[in-house]
Structures are given as structure tokens and as C-alpha cells.
């Protein structure tokens, strides 16, 4: 569930597999369907069930609504992430309340992950473990992998979201769900025990870690309407620096108020981040990580609802007007546009392999 949930466009659910360059279905290669590319998680319109997961091929050449064109069903309700773990696609659903495992090479379904109530992100914390956010909980379910069945819950804070795994402590963004946290949960993965929570900006929504083991959060600020919508009152948004030994804040920037900084990645190096800012996150911008320099001017002048780095490229999602399909976009790190892609109704999150 994201900003689009008050959208009920009511739309078809049956999409078809669509390339979008007119070629022949291209030579698959050796080893499974879906071994060069990426995919897209395609939120679809809430309360109409047609989130779906599409896949971009080395040649860009995409395949829309891959597991339900293998598995006769659809996925169902918000398609929110996916997650590659043991040769196996984890492709949680949000308001469907449920994680739907498929073999990653196939998509052929293996099983489900009942029991959940508003799961956002799926991180393997050991070779047999996986913690999931979720919302509705205020915290994590834990997932033995061998069965994949929720055997436990740890309580984080509200809206539990993104996490990053180091030392064997994971990090946790509370983002505050529907309402407001300025958190970060450090969990011990070995007792699944929460050994402190660490005092960010406030919604705090994507995490990192650098080349120099720091890990990095992004917070958007919060901000409070009256009851037309208007806004009266606002925090600003804030990176913030925190040494994963010590569990501490080592340094902080702040953002000026109105804007609302989201979508924290890092690139391949880990030397640089990026992420969108701006009124309204209309721009990509960069910041240097080793001599601690954000960039006055972005990167890329353009609005996207998730961005994505991997193999030296940065990628964006554009929504359009949350009712059509969207696009997948590729640039260099100096901003250039390589190339685009039609993907599935609000597309919200990539899976590289």
C-alpha cells in the first residue's frame, strides 16, 4: 500500500505477455527463462488485483505479467516487492496479505506464505531465516525458509519498511505506516531480539550501507494536513550517518522543509548515493559518501515513484497517471538517458539478478 491506495480505478485483470519492440520472441538462454535482466514489481490498481511482476531482458525487450502468465492466477492485490532467496522469487502482495514463491528461472509457483496482514519487504537474514515488514503488526514476522511458514514476530515500531542486514544485526526503517516514526530497530538476527532503536529524521523510508561499512538512512519528513487537504505543518527530511558497531548517529543533512527526500540507493561501488528530491521528489540528486558532498544540481531532472542502480546504470520508475501502464527507464551515472521500457500498472520496485 502506497500513495495510490485511494485509487479504485476498476480495470481488467487479464494482461497479456507484451514485448515492446516488434521482434520475434527472442532466443531464450541457457539455464531458465529469466536468467539476463531485471524485473519490475507492478503495484497494479489497489482493490482490483491486478498487481503483476514484469521482466526486462539484456536486449530490453520486456515480458509483462510473467507469473500469471506461467501460473494460470494472478498474484493478486498491490504487488509491493520481490526478492531473489535460494534460487527462489519472493514476490510479496501487500493488500493481499501474502507472499507468493515461485522458482526464479520459471516462475512456476512453489508455495505461499500465509498469516500476514499488510507485508511491505522480504530480507534473508540467514540460510534458513527471512524477516518480513509489515505494517499491520508493527513489526517483523520471521520465516524459516525450509518451510516457508511464519514461526515467530518481533515487535519493531510503526510501519516497519526497508532493511539492511550487517554483522548479523539487521536494520530496520520505521517509516510510520499511516502515521509518524522517526526510527531505526537494530535486531539481533540470532535471537531475533531488538537491542535498541536509533532516533532518525522522521518517516524514515530506504537504508544503505557503504563501502566503509556506515550505513546510510533517508528520512522524507513528515507533514500534516487540516481537513481540506491543506498543509500545516511540516519537519524537514534528513540523511542521516550511523555507525553499525556503536550504534550511534555519527553526522546528519538536513533538507530544507517542503522538500521530501525518498529512495535511497547505492551504487556499485558504494561510494556514492543517490535518491529523489525536491518538492514533491521531481529530481534524482547524488551525494558523496567519502567526502561527504551532496550535489546542488540533480542528477537527473525527473519524477520517479522508485528509482534502482545495478551494473553501473541508474534506473527509474515512472507511474504516468496511475491508471495506464508505466515505464522502466535507464540512465549512466552522468544522467543520460539509455534507454525505456512499457512495464505494468504502477510500477514500484525493481528485482535485479
Not at 4 to 22: A, G, W
Not at 24 to 45: K, Q
Not at 156 to 176: A, R, S
Request: hydrophobic share 35%.
Amino acid at each position: 500500500m502506497k500513495i495510490n491506495k485511494f485509487l479504485t480505478v476498476i480495470l481488467s485483470v487479464t494482461i497479456l505477455i507484451s514485448c515492446q519492440k516488434d521482434s520475434p520472441t527472442p532466443n531464450l538462454p541457457v539455464g531458465g527463462l529469466y536468467e539476463n535482466g531485471y524485473f519490475v514489481t507492478n503495484e497494479g490498481n489497489f482493490g482490483t488485483g491486478n498487481g503483476s511482476v514484469s521482466f526486462i531482458d539484456e536486449n530490453g525487450l520486456v515480458s509483462n505479467n510473467v507469473f500469471a502468465q506461467t501460473n494460470s492466477f494472478s498474484l493478486g492485490d498491490v504487488v509491493q516487492s520481490m526478492q531473489i532467496i535460494n534460487d527462489h522469487a519472493y514476490i510479496v502482495v501487500n493488500n493481499s496479505s501474502k507472499i507468493e514463491i515461485a522458482d526464479i528461472d520459471s516462475m512456476t509457483y512453489v508455495t505461499t506464505i500465509n498469516g500476514l496482514t499488510s507485508p511491505r519487504y522480504i530480507l534473508q537474514v540467514s540460510a534458513d531465516k527471512a524477516y518480513v515488514s509489515d505494517w499491520g503488526i508493527g513489526g517483523l514476522h520471521v520465516v524459516d525458509l525450509n518451510t516457508n511458514t511464519v514461526i515467530s514476530t518481533i515487535n519493531t515500531g510503526t510501519g516497519p519498511e526497508k532493511m539492511l542486514i550487517k554483522d548479523n544485526k539487521v536494520f530496520v526503517c520505521n517509516v510510520g505506516g499511516w502515521g509518524l516514526n522517526n526510527t531505526v530497530s537494530v535486531i539481533d538476527a540470532d535471537n531475533d531480539l531488538v537491542i535498541t532503536n536509533i532516533i532518525v529524521g522522521d518517516k524514515p523510508n530506504s537504508i544503505v550501507e557503504d563501502a566503509s561499512g556506515y550505513i546510510w538512512v533517508l528520512a522524507g519528513g513528515n507533514t500534516e494536513y487540516d481537513a481540506n487537504w491543506n498543509v500545516v505543518a511540516e519537519t524537514p527530511g534528513e540523511l542521516t550517518k550511523i555507525n553499525s558497531a556503536t550504534n550511534s548517529v555519527e553526522e546528519s543533512v538536513i533538507f530544507e522543509v517542503g522538500d521530501h527526500p525518498k529512495g535511497l540507493i547505492i551504487n556499485d561501488n558504494r561510494n556514492t548515493l543517490y535518491f529523489s528530491n525536491g518538492s514533491w521528489s521531481k529530481s534524482v540528486f547524488e551525494y558523496d559518501t567519502y567526502n561527504n558532498t551532496l550535489s546542488t544540481n540533480p542528477i537527473i531532472s525527473k519524477d520517479f515513484y522508485s528509482i534502482g542502480f545495478n551494473n553501473n546504470y541508474i534506473y527509474g520508475l515512472d507511474v504516468k497517471d496511475y491508471v495506464q501502464n508505466g515505464w522502466s527507464f535507464r540512465y549512466t551515472t552522468n544522467g543520460e538517458l539509455v534507454d525505456s521500457t512499457e512495464v505494468g500498472i504502477i510500477p514500484g520496485g525493481f528485482c535485479f539478478r
